[in-house]
């Protein structure tokens, strides 16, 4: 046939013809909202709302399952959302469900886990299938002897035009062998970000949709945690970023709800509270002010303004097809979290005369408003802490000061040390650094003593020749049983008896000692002991790092022997990085983890000495291969001071230590807090 112009417009006119039929032939089928409450029963044990499905009570999942309409030109969703706001029961099992009656095409649905997508299948989707009558829609198309099904089991359902198939994002190897038009992936935040043999998991699972080209889909659904390593908002911020939008019943604007709005006069619309005298929320004040007019919504009327919610897009998408969706607790189903119930997690979060607890301010931003956390890099401010600095003078144990502060008493004594310096065939030149802590029954800690052993300082532009020949000084060994070895004096600090501003005597309770350096030689030296608690450390692993800021075990016994213990050490860091931002209240009463120092004195707990220490170190990402998978902390520089940084760590990790041993000796308390450990011993 010869190509000319008449031959491309008879072409163009058929191909008119038939995509307008298709478009009314779709204009005839029920759309996927419709659908699944006209065929969805929520059978009990699945829901606390039993019986036909609606969407009356999380109407703004509509829109978003009808994307799964088959006239829907949208090829990816992502939705980053808060916990617990219904997408699961009102988008995935249903749409898992509408495909498979009315559209079928092979599906994959993953989770971040794949026995939690198992989960999801077996809990959720089969008893809802069942008890909608439409179970016998999975049909295996092989059945082998003893009829067993094989079409039908844990990791694969079969139906007639497709097959679901169960997986984890964990396992994107197993993906190579599959082609889906429609994915669900569920969690998303916890999927690997790049697959070590197979490269972006993202761009693999697009892969298995090459052959349905712009028919195919994939629904990106998570709650987001840390921004830097976030899988969620990036596919977010690539689409058209909707917001749920209310109508105002005062003004009538329409609004997206927000926890707070800094207005231009300085004040907020957003989330408002009363407090009273005792800063609890006063029943019945919570409301939301209107961004627009100031007006207050009750959130009585949060169930009709939801029914007249509609979704707005707030940005140009980066890519075509794709749209996204962003929705926090605000809009949560009447019967579920309260915002009173979201006052009171803030106020734990923020409390209004204390410190914020990034910790939970960190959950509340991830699980209630559908957030990002963004992890920045810091250097803690060591001026800050010197105004921690007490009464009491270095040497003696402040058991006066600790009753007068409400913090009770003095539980713990610890004694820490690190190690630094050379040690070759041409120069020995060590320094032992170390520090005295007091526990407190409250969480507080009080330094005791500080010092070092050896006068050894670390300068990268000084040969060892320069060093060596420097006779203005003495220089001490870690070598045992020789003259100047730093271990000699150490042994004294431990052994000694230290006296407490009430006249009575203390001894340390538990010695840590770094081992990660001249291991030999400390463990020497920590064998040399039989009747006192001396306990070796290092990190868990060298040049570590911390992975979305997840919290793991501080500490953990070593398998090579009782008297060794591995350290997360960043994750510790980021603990001291918080204690020392500590601040009493305005009625003098200290935070748990408040930490205490006495005196400067003779040299001791001066800022060049010691508190500078503190700020030797900043909290920097870490990246691989363009993208950031973690946090480390590092030196400011090579030359910057850090020894009582470290020699606090280990006073940190020292009751933790104290606690692991108490309990397995005890053996009959599993788990063991602080707390139930000063109330034991003090019964």
């Known amino acids: 046939?010869?190509?000319?112009?008449?031959?491309?417009?008879?072409?163009?006119?058929?191909?008119?013809?038939?995509?307008?039929?298709?478009?009314?032939?779709?204009?005839?089928?029920?759309?996927?909202?419709?659908?699944?409450?006209?065929?969805?029963?929520?059978?009990?044990?699945?829901?606390r709302y039993t019986g036909p499905f609606e969407y009356d009570l999380s109407p703004y999942v509509r829109e978003i399952v009808n994307r799964l309409y088959s006239g829907d030109s949208s090829r990816c969703i992502a939705i980053m959302k808060c916990a617990q706001i219904g997408l699961?029961?009102?988008?995935?099992?249903?749409?898992?469900?509408?495909?498979?009656?009315?559209?079928?095409a092979p599906i994959l649905f993953m989770a971040g886990d794949k026995s939690l997508a198992k989960t999801s299948i077996q809990e959720r989707f089969e008893p809802i299938l069942y008890s909608s009558g439409l179970d016998k829609l999975i049909r295996p198309s092989v059945v082998k002897a003893k009829n067993q099904k094989t079409g039908d089991t844990s990791d694969y359902k079969e139906y007639a035009g497709g097959r679901l198939t169960i997986e984890g994002t964990q396992n994107a190897d197993k993906m190579r062998q599959i082609s889906v038009k429609i994915i669900f992936a569920d969690d998303w935040e916890a999927a690997p970000r790049n697959d070590k043999k197979e490269g972006s998991l993202r761009k693999l699972m697009e892969g298995r949709q090459t052959s349905y080209g712009n028919l195919a889909k994939t629904f990106f659904v998570s709650t987001p945690t840390i921004k830097q390593t976030s899988n969620i908002e990036p596919v977010y911020l690539l689409g058209d970023q909707r917001k749920w939008h209310w109508t105002c019943p005062h003004c009538e604007d329409l609004i997206d709800l927000r926890w707070r709005v800094e207005m231009p006069d300085g004040s907020y619309?957003?989330?408002?509270?009363?407090?009273d005298k005792f800063k609890k929320v006063i029943d019945g004040s919570v409301g939301y002010r209107c961004q627009s007019c100031g007006g207050i919504i009750k959130e009585t009327q949060k169930y009709d303004l939801n029914l007249g919610g509609r979704w707005i897009p707030t940005a140009t998408p980066q890519i075509k097809d794709y749209v996204s969706y962003h929705l926090n607790a605000l809009v949560i189903p009447p019967g579920f979290v309260t915002w009173e119930k979201l006052v009171e997690e803030w106020l734990e979060a923020c409390p209004p005369d204390g410190q914020v607890n990034k910790g939970m301010l960190q959950t509340f931003l991830n699980i209630r408003m559908g957030e990002t956390w963004e992890e920045l890099g810091e250097a803690p401010k060591s001026m800050q802490l010197m105004q921690n600095s007490r009464g009491y003078l270095p040497g003696i144990i402040p058991d006066k000061t600790c009753d007068e502060d409400q913090n009770g008493q003095i539980m713990l004594l610890t004694l820490a040390c690190d190690l630094n310096g050379i040690m070759n065939e041409d120069l020995e030149d060590v320094r032992l650094d170390w520090e005295l802590v007091a526990h407190a029954s409250s969480g507080?800690?009080?330094?005791?003593?500080?010092?070092?052993?050896?006068?050894?300082?670390?300068?990268?532009?000084?040969?060892?020749?320069?060093?060596?020949?420097?006779?203005?000084?003495?220089?001490?060994?870690?070598?045992?049983?020789?003259?100047?070895?730093?271990?000699?004096?150490?042994?004294?600090?431990?052994?000694?008896?230290?006296k407490t501003e009430s006249g009575a005597a203390m001894t340390v309770d538990i010695t840590i000692v770094d081992t990660g350096f001249f291991t030999k030689l400390a463990k020497t030296f920590i064998s040399s002991f039989e009747s006192e608690l001396i306990i070796g450390v290092k990190g868990k692993t060298e040049g570590e790092f911390r992975t979305f800021a997840k919290d793991t075990p501080l500490i953990t016994r070593s398998r090579e022997s009782n008297e060794l213990y591995l350290l997360e050490v960043n994750q510790l860091k980021d603990e001291l990085s918080e204690l020392m931002k500590l601040r009493m209240t305005d009625n003098d009463e200290q935070p748990e983890g408040f930490m205490n120092f006495p005196q400067p004195r003779d040299g001791k707990y001066s800022f060049d000495n010691y508190f500078k220490h503190y700020e030797g170190e900043r909290k920097t990402e870490v990246e691989k291969n363009?993208?950031?998978?973690?946090?480390?902390?590092?030196?400011?520089h090579n030359n910057a001071p850090n020894h009582f940084w470290d020699?606090?760590?280990?006073?940190?990790?020292?009751?933790?230590?104290?606690?692991?041993?108490?309990k397995r000796y005890d053996g009959k308390h599993k788990s063991l807090s602080w707390a139930d450990f000063c109330l034991l011993m003090s019964d």
């Open 647 to 662: 020699v606090r760590i280990y006073n940190m990790a020292a009751r933790e230590i104290y606690l692991d041993i108490y």
């Open 269 to 275: 619309a957003g989330i408002v509270y009363q407090l």
């Open 88 to 104: 699961t029961q009102g988008l995935i099992i249903p749409g898992l469900a509408y495909i498979i009656a009315e559209d079928p």
């Open 444 to 498: 507080a800690t009080y330094s005791v003593d500080q010092g070092s052993i050896g006068t050894f300082k670390r300068n990268r532009e000084k040969t060892q020749d320069e060093l060596k020949n420097n006779t203005n000084r003495e220089m001490f060994t870690f070598r045992h049983g020789v003259k100047n070895s730093a271990w000699d004096d150490f042994r004294k600090l431990m052994l000694q008896e230290w």
């Open 626 to 636: 363009g993208e950031i998978i973690g946090f480390n902390w590092v030196k400011k």
């Open 1 to 47: 046939m010869e190509i000319n112009e008449a031959s491309i417009n008879i072409w163009k006119r058929t191909y008119q013809a038939i995509h307008q039929r298709m478009y009314e032939v779709n204009l005839t089928k029920q759309m996927v909202d419709e659908w699944v409450e006209e065929n969805i029963v929520l059978p009990d044990g699945v829901s």
